[in-house]
T-cell receptor
Framework: DAGVTQSPTHLIKTRGQQVTLRCSPKSGHDTVSWYQQALGQGPQFIFQYYEEEERQRGNFPDRFSGHQFPNYSSELNVNALLLGDSALYLC???????????FGAGTRLSVL | GQSLEQPSEVTAVEGAIVQINCTYQ??????LSWYQQHDGGAPTFLSY????GLEETGRFSSFLSRSDSYGYLLLQELQMKDSASYFCAVITGKLIFGQGTTLQVKP
């Protein structure tokens, strides 16, 4: 049983560019959440997708958007990248919004 | 608002027992979780308390008291590989994390 998988593992972009990160949830999970983790900090909630809709959103600007597909996989898009967007982006899945979340290994994004 | 507080660093010796406390302010949540994260790695689920009381999973135990807005993670028989960051997090549909506690286990 594969766990949560994310791609790519590492990514380097320049300011102003756009990026798309991908996540496949753990088998049997229908809810995907995205988090941003800066160095030395706890993960910060970006948004959550359930039944292909954004259900909750954290304090992130509209430059951060996402999508969930019918197979429950998800994408995170970030437009107009800023240097401050450099972080580890984590995807977590759960069998519903109320339950334990399991994390992928993350995508390390560096913005130059 | 919602916030969680944890000590920033804890140091212990191999074989010892260590307790990492977590106090929180939140209007409502489904449960309190604990995650372990090694440098550069993903948070790994350790334990979850939906109800007050103690949950035991091998060398790790977690406790929750909703009336005291308090929980803790207890690690027994510490091993060098337990050196990592530990996060408490409340589940409100989303996970709200504390800033994490860095545990250093010394020989």
């Amino acid at each position: 049983d594969a766990g949560v998988t994310q791609s790519p593992t590492h990514l380097i972009k320049t300011r102003g560019q756009q990026v798309t990160l991908r996540c496949s949830p753990k088998s049997g999970h229908d809810t995907v959440s995205w988090y941003q983790q800066a160095l030395g900090q706890g993960p910060q909630f970006i948004f959550q997708y359930y039944e292909e809709e954004e259900r909750q959103r954290g304090n992130f600007p509209d430059r951060f958007s996402g999508h969930q597909f019918p197979n429950y996989s998800s994408e995170l898009n970030v437009n107009a990248l800023l240097l401050g967007d450099s972080a580890l982006y984590l995807c977590a899945s759960s069998a519903g919004p109320r339950y334990i979340q399991y994390f992928g290994a993350g995508t390390r994004l560096s913005v130059l | 608002g919602q916030s969680l507080e944890q000590p920033s660093e804890v140091t212990a010796v191999e074989g010892a027992i260590v307790q990492i406390n977590c106090t929180y302010q939140t209007s409502g949540f489904y449960g309190l979780s604990w995650y372990q994260q090694h440098d550069g790695g993903a948070p790994t689920f350790l334990s979850y308390n939906a109800l007050d009381g103690l949950e035991e999973t091998g060398r790790f135990s977690s406790f929750l008291s909703r009336s005291d807005s308090y929980g803790y993670l207890l690690l027994q028989e510490l091993q060098m590989k337990d050196s990592a960051s530990y996060f408490c997090a409340v589940i409100t549909g989303k996970l709200i994390f504390g800033q994490g506690t860095t545990l250093q286990v010394k020989p």
